[in-house]
Nanobody, 115 residues
Framework: QVQFVESGGGLVQAGGSLRLSCSASGIAFRINSIGWYRQAPGKQRELVARISSGGSTNYADSVKGRFTLSRDNGKNTVYLQMKSLKPEDTAVYYC?????????WGQGTQVTVSS
């Protein structure tokens, strides 16, 4: 059974930092690209960042220069380091992997940035 577990969310003041973790099991983690998405109340889910199996990353324009995505294949975990957080970063953050045959999501972790 495939399982993604996000952690590290919480309440932080604007300008602060958080590090989110996404741990995976039941999947060949190292061959999958992993994405972090977020969904704010009343808004559509959006891609925040994605890391390929080889470690290449891409970021949404809104987080470039502030968020850093990395992976540890030995721990089946990806990390999203978030700095200079803004109130508009407030959302539930989810990790995801997909292919033509599957589409797996975690349960999400809440990030709240106060002004």
């Amino acid at each position: 059974q495939v399982q993604f577990v996000e952690s590290g969310g919480g309440l932080v003041q604007a300008g602060g930092s958080l590090r989110l973790s996404c741990s995976a099991s039941g999947i060949a983690f190292r061959i999958n690209s992993i994405g972090w998405y977020r969904q704010a109340p009343g808004k559509q889910r959006e891609l925040v960042a994605r890391i390929s199996s080889g470690g290449s990353t891409n970021y949404a324009d809104s987080v470039k220069g502030r968020f850093t995505l990395s992976r540890d294949n030995g721990k089946n975990t990806v990390y999203l380091q978030m700095k200079s957080l803004k109130p508009e970063d407030t959302a539930v953050y989810y990790c995801n992997t997909y292919s033509a045959r599957y589409d797996y999501w975690g349960q999400g972790t809440q990030v709240t940035v106060s002004s």
